[in-house]
């Protein structure tokens, strides 16, 4: 923690710079800035206290802070919704959390050019709102959909369940303008979305986890509304056969949104007949003809592949059903962590049998019952999951050594630790798997050039050089 | 309160996590957490949302009554409402007698004990804000009208407590609850009515025994009984209104059908829903002492009610909460919004004088 003569001077600063409607400094007020829905090790809760939460509206007000920060040498922590599951939001050297929340505006819509351009703190949810009322949708659907900022959603590379077809938010980003860690403003490059020229340092801060800077605008590629949606659901005797269906479907041209291939223990409420527990699951948009070719498409492959197609209507529910679940697992089950790891296809069923089959009882840990694995249909393949923590005597420890478990083997696969929840504090030490000494070096000398001092959420992300 | 600010301390996560804090010793309560803690509506709207299926209103309540029994000071706004309970048997500092102020002309409904079956209980803002007490007026004609035996406490009437419960002053809750259930006892009754949200919830839910014993009803479900039973009926008016669900009434005590029944049976009436209605109608911004501690928070909450009310093109916004007409009359006059904000009893009343067109 800060001396006390630098709190009270920071604390004074912000407050003659921000107002102090803008400045949070209590311990009570403090009290959710200390985590976010990691799984902080239960003797450091409410460990990390940061020293101020501020509430910046402008990039004006960023400057001010990070300026503030700077001199000082004071941690900077960048927040949008806080829904994020690895840690990146907590404060473990104290410092100034930039709660973005208020930055909620929509700056410009530019409806020939399909694209929006935001303050970070507006959620997706709140984005996507906004932009119906131009026929216009951004398309980026999360478990966090409410929550999640589009700050957040950048710092974090987030997932879209729209994947296939209008890629994640790693794909919309054309632009951005972040503070950096020295107090300038800096505009990536032109709201276009296709340039040979010079770095795409608009892509650098992607998944930055707010190591580099803190975002205070975003330009976004947006998408006309579709004419048509619809969705197909399917069952199948167990996950293989209805991955089958999942692996049969990306082989052909067919375009859909994104879909689902998971097991679940019982699927009669969805109207599956007895014994049918896997399901296959696909969205599609576009023009009437179009989805409804698609659609027809692939009841072609389901009935192939013999499934059995769900009526409509179920397969419409199933996605509202299987969206409100992912929101409040978490807060639901209690001690439990979820997976997700990004495997090749091929490896996946070796990964399945030696993830549930080794890994998990060797250190204590078994899945959530209904929640063994479900997989992402498309090209970006999250093999998800979600298992309970290891109790008992040494349970962090063990904890520990089954995350250092899985990426191993995720890694020796070829596939990623985490391929949408960030690495924060969670997966930090365990990078060096995924990455060789020579990428960590660079990351390192980048975010050093950027942030000589590391103000900028520090401690998360890039492991120590061993 | 959470939408107003965007500061998480004050969001049902942000709340928790410090009740959570406090009881695991990791945080020492201080001015702020007092203010956080009463920073809530205890709407349940949050709720009906949450998958986890959080209890974030209990919760509150909870915590609320947890700093006082700790030996936290209740907020200074407040202090003062308590007060005047304890002294005068309601929160507005009016003398007892005053309580029957309203009910001029209607002394000989003083109930009779043993021999009247339905005790109309008033409560503390209908019987005592001079703005609402053409509610009380509008029940009393309406139970005339349909000849219903009913009867008053007039000045023996007590506070129910809903208040003291709300701020987490259990005490004064359990004192008033004792005194209140004594006289409600002492009359014999069979059923109560009220037209007060608040009263209902309290009387129903945190009495306990007296609501296993008596019958307890709110107003539009009285009512509405009387309407099924032919004993109520409305000339036509042709009007388009819109009906606001008081937290109370709807999400807390799971009644939305009565006051909509009641509305509709009105010929030539057009109801038309807000865009949140039922289990998601946003609260007027008058509970649980918020309007008291944080009034511009409160007036914000309300006037995003009065837009959606606008919004419905409805000439007039009806609702059954003496705190609801209040906070959201206040919020349409602040804006200079043309919709007309009505308790229902009272746009009833109304109706039944005016007999457009006569008996159906």
Redesign the interface.
């Known amino acids: 923690m800060m001396e006390t003569e630098v709190r009270d001077q920071m604390l004074q600063r912000l407050i003659s710079v921000l107002g102090l409607a803008k400045v949070l400094s209590s311990r009570s007020d403090l009290v959710p800035y200390t985590k976010d829905t990691y799984r902080i090790r239960y003797d450091e809760d409410y460990k990390y206290f940061p020293d101020a939460v501020v509430f910046p509206e402008t990039t004006a007000d960023v400057e001010g802070i990070v300026e503030i920060a700077a001199e000082l040498k004071v941690p900077i922590i960048p927040k949008g919704g806080g829904s994020n599951r690895t840690g990146m939001l907590v404060p473990l050297t104290g410092g100034i959390v930039v709660d973005t929340i208020r930055m909620n505006r929509i700056v410009d819509v530019s409806v020939p050019n399909l694209y929006v351009t935001v303050q970070p703190g507006i959620t997706l949810k709140e984005l996507e709102d906004g932009l119906a009322k131009h026929g216009l949708a951004l398309n980026q659907e999360q478990g966090s959909f409410k929550v999640a900022t589009i700050g957040g959603s950048i710092s974090t590379s987030g997932f879209s369940r729209k994947h296939q077809k209008y890629g994640t938010i790693a794909d919309r980003v054309m632009s951005l303008e972040v503070v950096l860690a020295n107090g300038k403003v800096m505009r990536t490059g032109p709201k276009i979305l296709y340039t040979s020229t010079g770095y795409r340092l608009q892509q650098l801060f992607v998944g930055a986890e707010g190591t580099l800077g803190v975002i205070t605008e975003a330009t976004l590629r947006v998408e006309p509304i579709p004419e048509a949606k619809d969705a197909i659901l399917a069952f199948y005797h167990d996950f293989w056969s209805a991955n089958e269906a999942a692996l049969k479907t990306m082989s052909t041209c067919v375009t859909f949104t994104g879909g689902e291939a998971y097991e679940v223990e019982d699927a009669t409420s969805l109207g599956a007949p007895k014994g049918r527990n896997g399901l296959f699951y696909l969205g599609f948009e576009g023009t009437k003809g179009e989805v409804h070719a698609q659609v027809e498409f692939v009841k072609k492959i389901v009935h192939e592949t013999g499934g059995v197609l769900a009526k409509h209507d179920d397969a419409a529910k199933f996605m509202e059903k299987y969206t409100s679940q992912w929101c409040g697992a978490r807060a639901q089950t209690g001690l439990e962590d979820a997976l997700t790891t990004y495997v090749p296809v091929e490896h996946m069923r070796e990964f399945y049998d030696k993830l549930w089959g080794e890994v998990m009882p060797k250190h204590g840990s078994a899945p959530l019952p209904g929640e063994k694995f479900s997989l992402d249909v498309g090209r970006y393949r999250i093999m998800a999951g979600r298992f309970y923590l290891p109790k008992g005597q040494g349970a962090w420890e063990k904890y520990q050594a089954l995350l250092r478990d899985i990426a191993k083997l995720t890694t020796r696969l070829g596939g990623s630790i985490s391929s949408c929840h960030g690495v924060g504090i969670e997966h930090r030490d365990n990078l060096d798997l995924e990455y060789s000494e020579v990428a960590l070096d660079v990351m390192r000398d980048l975010k050093k050039t950027l942030d000589p001092d590391n103000i900028m959420n520090p401690g998360k992300m890039l492991p120590d050089k061993k | 309160m959470y939408s107003e600010l965007?500061?998480?301390?004050i969001?049902p996560?942000?709340r928790n996590?410090?009740i959570r804090?406090v009881l695991?010793g990791?945080?020492?309560?201080?001015?702020?957490?007092v203010r956080?803690a009463y920073s809530c509506l205890l709407c349940r709207r949050d709720e009906q949302?949450?998958?986890?299926?959080?209890r974030n209103s209990d919760a509150t309540e909870a915590f609320r009554r947890y700093l006082i029994e700790k030996g936290a000071k209740l907020l200074p706004e407040h202090a003062v409402l308590a007060k005047s309970l304890d002294n005068y048997g309601n929160p507005w500092q009016e003398s007892r007698a005053a309580r029957k102020r309203w009910a001029k002309g209607l002394q000989d409904k003083k109930v009779v004990p043993g021999k009247t079956s339905t005790l109309f209980y008033v409560g503390c803002t209908f019987a005592l804000d001079r703005t609402l007490d053409d509610g009380p007026k509008a029940l009393a004609s309406l139970m005339d009208k349909a000849g219903v035996d009913y009867g008053l406490l007039l000045e023996d009437e007590v506070c129910c407590g809903s208040t003291a419960k709300r701020i987490g002053d259990i005490k004064l809750f359990e004192k008033l609850r004792r005194e209140n259930e004594k006289r409600i006892r002492g009359t014999g009754v069979d059923s109560i009515v009220t037209a007060c949200a608040g009263c209902f919830k309290t009387l129903e839910q945190d009495y306990p025994d007296l609501s296993e014993e008596i019958a307890i009803m709110h107003s539009t479900q009285f009512i509405s009984q009387l309407i099924a039973n032919d004993k109520l009926h409305f000339p036509k008016r042709a009007v388009k209104v819109t009906y606001h669900d008081p937290c109370h009434l709807g999400r807390h005590s799971d009644v939305y059908d009565a006051p909509r029944q009641v509305l509709l049976s009105v010929p030539g009436l057009e109801l038309v829903e807000m865009k949140n209605n039922r289990q998601t109608a946003r609260c007027c911004g008058g509970g649980a002492g918020v309007k008291t501690a944080y009034p511009e928070i409160s007036q914000k909450a309300a006037v995003k009610r009065i837009r959606e009310a606008e919004e419905t093109g409805a000439e007039v916004l009806i609702t059954t909460c003496p705190f609801c007409v209040q906070t959201l009359r206040g919020a349409a006059s602040a804006i200079g919004a043309k919709i007309k904000v009505e308790e229902l009893c009272v746009f009833l009343d109304n109706l039944a004088h005016k007999r457009e067109g006569g008996r159906r």
């Open positions: 965007l500061e998480e301390s969001s996560k942000g996590a410090l804090s695991k990791a945080v020492e309560p201080d001015e702020r957490a956080i949302s949450c998958v986890a299926e959080l």
